[in-house]
């Protein structure tokens, strides 16, 4: 399971034209999931992401957690796009959606994010909050 993590100032997220989902300051989270994840993958990543040491403390420097602050959640199979070999990405280490849907929906769900609509061709806006941009990865197992 792979989750880029923005700290953003706010993030928003459309369908067709139609908002349905805003944060203000927190996380952006776009969420993908491999194929041979499992629940376990989906409540050591959603823990990690809760306690990522990303905000600034009083002094200025990176060290509070997620805390009170939203997070928005958006499903992203892309981020298992391999483009090694040619210049077409495949997919074929991402998840079917029958078994990503459930895992997203958990990640989601232990975090108290607000969604996009998974498998949705989605809009998504941010506002960054620094340049704080990680790449979390849980391998399965």
Do not use: H, W
């Not at 399971?1 to 928003?12: G, N, P």
């Not at 949705?120 to 806006?125: D, E, I, L, R, S």
């Amino acid at each position: 399971m792979k989750a880029l993590v923005q700290r953003v100032s706010q993030a928003a997220v459309d369908v067709e034209g139609e908002q349905v989902a805003q944060i203000g300051a927190g996380m952006l989270v776009l969420l993908g999931v491999g194929d041979g994840d499992g629940a376990e993958e989906a409540d050591r990543l959603a823990e990690k992401v809760r306690k990522l040491r990303i905000f600034d403390d009083p002094e200025g420097r990176m060290n509070e957690p997620l805390g009170e602050r939203e997070v928005l959640c958006v499903s992203q199979f892309t981020l298992y796009g391999d483009a090694r070999r040619g210049n077409r990405p495949s997919y074929v280490e991402a998840a079917r959606p029958e078994a990503a849907e459930p895992l997203y929906d958990r990640f989601c769900e232990r975090l108290g994010a607000k969604k996009g609509v998974f498998g949705a061709c989605m809009g998504v806006a941010l506002i960054n909050d620094g340049p704080v941009t990680l790449l979390l990865e849980v391998p399965p197992g």
